[in-house]
């Protein structure tokens, strides 16, 4: 069955400081890779996302994200973290079959905590 | 153009209870899921509706059910409410104009609290 995994749960770190949220799926193929954050009480916003071509994907507020097939990974990053960047996030995966979208998996999401 | 409009935003029901969530996608979104968001079991799916049709359901007891109408426009409905139905119900739209257009778009949310 398709999983996905973000092994950490709560991050603490220091604004300017670089930042990188892992994430590893499960999954028979290539699959769609979303990368999703959700500020308290709020819904979630799409950062990001990959469905082919060039692995490192840009997004939006400075995010990036790496797709790794070897690695089986679609990790996180920014280069410098600023305060309102606390949140959770959320990292996804789905897939398309028979000319329709599947409903998407999610991990259970990293907390991200930045000290001032 | 407007988001994906989820209401009511906060809701607190009783057990054994019934409630009705409204979901609008955004204009010319065709498919609409949801979504159930607990602290212990995350974020999982519901079902989805595509053209009026259920198109996909999660693992979810006959209690939790939906329905989209002509206009896109969304319900999900519990009967029988249970505390741990407590959570906030996501709802997701999408275009779904092909595969290159993949991806869907959350609302707020609605916050159930059973008591």
């Known amino acids: 069955a398709q999983s996905v995994t973000q092994p950490d749960i709560h991050i603490t770190v220091s604004e300017g400081a670089s930042l990188e949220l892992r994430c590893n799926y499960s999954y028979g193929a290539t699959p769609y890779l979303f990368w999703y954050v959700q500020s308290p009480g709020q819904g979630l916003q799409l950062l990001l996302k990959y469905f082919s071509g060039d692995t490192l994907v840009q997004g939006i507020k400075g995010f990036e994200a790496e797709f790794k097939r070897s690695q089986s990974s679609f990790n996180l990053r920014k280069p410098s973290v600023h305060w309102s960047d606390a949140a959770e996030y959320f990292c996804a995966v789905g897939w398309y079959y028979g000319g329709s979208q599947g409903n998407l998996i999610f991990g259970k999401g990293t907390k991200l905590s930045v000290k001032p | 153009k407007a988001g994906v409009t989820q209401t009511p935003r906060y809701l607190i029901k009783t057990r054994g209870q019934q409630v009705t969530l409204s979901c609008s996608p955004i204009?010319?979104?065709?498919?609409v899921s949801w979504y159930q968001q607990t602290p212990g079991q995350g974020l999982q799916f519901l079902f989805e509706y595509f053209s009026e049709t259920q198109r996909n359901k999660g693992n979810f007891p006959g209690r939790f059910s939906g329905r989209q109408f002509s206009n896109s426009r969304s319900e999900m409905n519990v009967s029988t409410l249970e505390l741990g139905d407590s959570a906030l119900y996501l709802c997701a739209s999408s275009l779904e104009a092909g595969e290159g257009d993949y991806g869907y778009t959350f609302g707020s949310g609605t916050r159930l609290t059973v008591v």
């Open positions: 204009s010319g979104h065709r498919s």
